[in-house]
């Protein structure tokens, strides 16, 4: 069965702190995606990645292939921040269609 | 340019009315699709298009419908609207699959049906 677990399902920090966010998947098909969704409900693409490490700004993410695991870290983190983080990835077929984990809801407090 | 545009924002339904989601883009993608997302689950796919004139259903298909006559416009049809249709719907787009490039979002319709 195709599924994408994150964890955890909430996270509260303080400004500041160091943030992970988990990802575990199934398949295994080409990259996996991590999305932000604002407050406001907005949603956007922050990372595609299938192998090593990507970074943008303030974001890390990596990827293990062979554990099909991969993180989100977000360094000094800000109440902007806040937002509910989802992977996704590709289960097949070559229109690229997504599995997308329940995502991580992150609350940083000033 | 702006993007991916969804209309309405939000919608309130009786029980067997119908609407129609709008989806434009103005990036030229080809590939769209529309997702629901219910509190606590991750986004489902309700049906795709790889372009103009080509669609297909996706997880979750039953009570929708949709059509791909431009490569701008991808809407999607509630013909009897029923409660558990209740949910967040999205459009998204991609250049040429999400295998290989990012998803671009629109903002979202919140629909109650009563």
């Known amino acids: 069965k195709n599924e994408v677990e994150q964890s955890p399902q909430n996270l509260t920090a303080q400004e500041g702190e160091f943030i992970t966010i988990n990802c575990s998947y199934s398949v295994g098909i080409s990259a996996l995606h991590w999305l932000q969704q604002h407050p406001g409900g907005g949603i956007v693409s922050l990372f595609m990645l299938s192998s090593g490490k990507k970074k943008h700004g303030r974001l890390i993410a990596t990827i293990n292939i062979q554990e099909k695991h991969s993180s989100l870290h977000i360094t000094a983190s800000h109440p902007r921040d806040s937002a509910v983080y989802i992977c996704?990835?590709?289960?097949?077929?070559?229109?690229?269609?997504?599995?997308f984990g329940k995502g991580t809801k992150l609350s940083v407090k000033p | 340019n702006a993007g991916v545009t969804q209309t309405p924002k939000f919608r309130i339904l009786k029980i067997g009315q119908s609407m129609t989601l709008q989806c434009t883009q103005d990036?030229?993608?080809?590939?769209m699709y529309w997702y629901r997302q219910d509190p606590g689950m991750g986004l489902k796919l309700i049906y795709y298009s790889v372009g103009a004139g080509i669609t297909d259903k996706g997880e979750v298909p039953n009570g929708y419908n949709v059509s791909r006559s431009t490569t701008e416009d991808f809407p999607l049809r509630l013909e009897l609207a029923a409660p558990s249709q209740t949910s967040v719907y999205f459009c998204?787009?991609?250049?040429?699959?999400?295998?290989?490039?990012?998803?671009?979002f629109g903002n979202g319709t919140r629909l109650t049906v009563t």
């Open positions: 990036m030229n993608h080809n590939y």
């Open positions: 998204a787009t991609t250049t040429v699959s999400s295998y290989n490039s990012p998803l671009h």
């Open positions: 996704a990835e590709p289960y097949g077929g070559s229109q690229g269609n997504l599995i």
